[in-house]
């Protein structure tokens, strides 16, 4: 398989930063570096990894408060998210304050996604799903050969993301869930923005808040 995957949690929080790459290639890129970014860098020369891009789920804090440095320091592109999220971005000085991470900056988009975008790293094609519900500018990124998902705070082994948040939305998000993700396939496996990994299909099955059951659709 030509895509490889190396998750180094990152923040207080856990979050699941991770880099991928093709194998092919070793063209690669960061997803959601939220911090620690010495970490980060480390385990992509490691793995002899190119990294080429940057690439943002959603820009809270914990996912996106170390990609100004990070861009700065390899210069890099920022692809992504959405530009609904552009509130969060420019909230970021703060956000980090809030998370423990003093040095969290704002930044601007080389590109801005939405719904239907492709994303090519290698010999590899992300395809970009915009998910709104945890936040209204999130994506998430599906390598459909692979059958993988990178897809940040929407869904989680047992669980889904919050929508307490500024401009979250419960029910926006259990529509991304189940019209947006669950369609694409029960065998797709997916990276979530904290946490272990999990398939569509169990949480189809299993997820107390979008299984089949849990929406009277069983």
């Not at 459909?144 to 919050?162: E, L, N, T």
Request: aromatic letters at 6%.
């Amino acid at each position: 398989m030509a895509m490889q995957i190396a998750v180094v949690p990152v923040t207080p929080y856990q979050q699941n930063c991770s880099i991928v790459w093709c194998s092919d290639t070793m063209a690669g890129a960061v997803v959601d570096p939220g911090g620690e970014l010495d970490r980060i860098v480390k385990t992509a020369t490691d793995k002899g990894v190119v990294i080429e891009k940057i690439l943002i789920t959603h820009a809270h804090g914990d996912h996106a408060g170390g990609t100004a440095d990070l861009a700065e320091k390899l210069s890099l592109p920022i692809i992504g998210p959405h530009p609904d999220d552009q509130f969060l971005i420019d909230s970021l000085p703060e956000q980090g304050q809030y998370i423990g991470n003093p040095n969290a900056k704002s930044f601007e988009p080389s590109q801005w996604l939405d719904d239907g975008d492709e994303v090519s790293l290698g010999n590899l094609t992300f395809k970009v799903v915009h998910c709104p519900g945890h936040t209204p500018g999130h994506v998430v990124f599906v390598e459909m050969d692979a059958k993988f998902a990178i897809v940040g705070d929407v869904i989680f082994q047992g669980s889904i993301g919050r929508t307490d948040f500024p401009r979250g939305n419960h029910s926006d998000l259990i529509h991304s869930i189940r019209k947006k993700l669950f369609v694409l396939g029960d065998d797709i496996q997916f990276l979530p923005g904290h946490g272990p990994l999990s398939t569509f299909g169990d949480e189809r099955q299993r997820n107390p808040f979008v299984s089949d059951a849990a929406v009277g659709e069983a």
